[in-house]
């Protein structure tokens, strides 16, 4: 029902920026959250940023000042501006997009790849 394709991931060296974009498509009516999770090799899928409708935000403590989660004017489209990336943020970014009351509905992008060198 809603499709969700991620671009902007690429390799950077630390310190560098990249920006995430994630474009939705499809029946977004029940979507009140969108965000981005990622996934490092052998370690759990995390969230890192989350915007609700409402413009209200939420970061995973280790991105708290140097990412910045946004809508587009669209508001079918997410951003991930990401400052002074670390080799620890390396990991496959995947949006998201939810319906976080009951019934639940969860949506899944394919994931991009962030690689930060050291």
């Known amino acids: 029902q809603v499709q969700l394709v991620e671009s902007g991931g690429g390799l950077v060296q630390a310190g560098g920026s990249l920006r995430l974009s994630c474009a939705a498509s499809?029946?977004?009516?029940?979507?009140?959250?969108m965000g981005w999770y990622r996934q490092a090799p052998g370690k759990q899928r995390e969230l890192v940023a989350a915007?609700?409708?409402?413009?209200?935000?939420n970061y995973a403590d280790s991105v708290k000042g140097r990412f910045t989660i946004s809508r587009g004017n669209a508001k079918n489209t997410v951003y991930l501006q990401m400052n002074s990336l670390k080799p620890e943020d390396t990991a496959i970014y995947y949006c998201?997009?939810?319906?976080?009351?009951?019934?639940?509905?969860?949506?899944w992008g394919l994931g991009t790849q962030v690689t930060v060198s050291s």
């Open positions: 998201n997009a939810e319906r976080s009351h009951v019934p639940r509905i969860f949506y």
């Open positions: 499809g029946n977004m009516f029940s979507i009140n959250v």
């Open positions: 915007i609700t409708t409402g413009g209200n935000t």
